[in-house]
């Protein structure tokens, strides 16, 4: 059913509406997200992108591609590496480590890069698929 090895992503650049609408449903107003001026004397020296907003392509992926349909988040790790700014794309990339077909779960290499070549984000994932196992 799945392989280790097997893989798949999605690609997305977050502008400054999606940054502002995650910020009101995260209520995440961390003037390092929002406000220009205060971002410019951080150590990034813009503003950046909600890490969680990024990673959640890591979500998208597993829910629409691999494994897809019928799969549900066990666990998560993530570590954030470098930051994202608006108007870099990113990319979340799940690969299959491992899949135990009696229990039905299914350990993935999760990551996201930005503009095709740096790591943003690391980590594991832990899925159960749905109607496969005990």
């Not at 107003?29 to 392509?57: C, M, Q, W």
Request: with cysteine.
């Amino acid at each position: 059913m799945f392989k280790i090895g097997d893989e798949a992503s999605l690609k997305k650049i977050f502008n400054e509406h999606e940054v502002l609408a995650f910020s009101h449903l995260s209520m995440d107003t961390n003037p390092v997200h929002l406000d220009e001026e205060y971002a410019k004397d951080t150590i990034f020296g813009n503003r950046i992108v909600h890490g969680f907003l990024y990673s959640s392509l890591i979500s998208a992926v597993i829910a629409t591609k691999l494994p897809g349909p019928g799969s549900i988040y066990m666990s998560q790790t993530l570590k954030f590496t470098k930051p994202v700014f608006l108007g870099e794309e990113v990319e979340a990339i799940v690969k299959v480590l491992n899949f135990d077909d009696v229990k039905g779960n299914l350990l993935l290499e999760t990551i996201c890069i930005k503009n095709g070549d740096v790591q943003v984000v690391s980590g594991e994932a832990l899925i159960k698929i749905l109607g496969h196992g005990k």
